[in-house]
């Protein structure tokens, strides 16, 4: 069974401060992990997946297949970056996500 | 680019009437959509994978009678909740993902339903 665990329902850090969202995931095969954002009254948007590599908006995630973890990181946490984060896996099944129950990032002021 | 169009964002109606949405890639085709349902402070559940030409694919637990998925074209997934009672209400959202390639999906606005 695919499962997706975000252990935080509620993230709240300062400015400037380190970000670290935790994400861990429960699947047989390899799977393919992305990290969805919410902002405040807009759509869910893909901000990054595993396979790309890439940084987007000073954050990142490595795929951790012996600890089954997908943390998403950023050095220093703007204000900005306020908002729901949902990890999110895919198997083979045609690609349908599942996702997890995500987490709510407050960075203040 | 990759916008997904979902209408209407509100619904509000009696109980028993059929509710439809759309779901719409605008700029790109879709040969799979899904529909997702989320209830409130919970994540995202998948309902069904919706494909082009062909029935869709229901997740377990999900009625096919109650919750009718068309996509008769790849710009156009639609979900009918029928017979639609107050344990319906909720908020569902549409993905899309552009067809050939590894791409991943993109979201619509989603849709709030209130069964009165």
């Known amino acids: 069974a695919q499962r997706v665990t975000q252990p935080e329902k509620l993230l709240s850090v300062f400015k400037g401060a380190p970000v670290e969202l935790k994400c861990n995931y429960s699947y047989s095969g390899s799977p393919e992990l992305f990290w969805y954002v919410q902002y405040s009254r807009q759509r869910l948007q893909l901000l990054l997946r595993h396979i790309s590599r890439e940084s987007i908006k000073g954050f990142t995630a490595d795929l951790n297949k012996g600890e089954t973890s997908f943390h998403l990181k950023k050095p220093f946490a703007q204000e900005e970056d306020s908002a729901m984060y949902y990890c999110?896996?895919?198997?083979?099944?045609?690609?349908?996500?599942?996702f997890g129950a995500g987490t709510i990032l407050r960075v203040k002021s | 680019g990759a916008v997904v169009s979902q209408h209407p964002s509100r619904v509000i109606c009696k109980s028993g009437t059929s509710v439809k949405i759309e779901c719409r890639s605008l700029d790109f085709q879709a040969t799979t959509m899904f529909w997702y349902r989320q209830f409130p402070k919970q994540s995202l559940m998948l309902m069904a994978t919706s494909n082009e030409g062909s029935k869709a694919t229901y997740e377990q637990g999900v009625e096919k009678d109650k919750f009718l998925i068309n996509h008769a074209s790849l710009t156009l997934s639609t979900l009918t909740v029928t017979s639609a009672h107050p344990e319906d209400s909720s908020f569902y959202i549409c993905?899309?993902?552009?067809?050939?390639?590894?791409?991943?999906?993109?979201f619509g606005d989603g849709t709030r339903l209130s069964i009165l």
């Open positions: 999110a896996l895919s198997g083979v099944s045609g690609n349908k996500l599942v």
């Open positions: 993905s899309a993902r552009p067809s050939g390639g590894n791409q991943p999906q993109h």
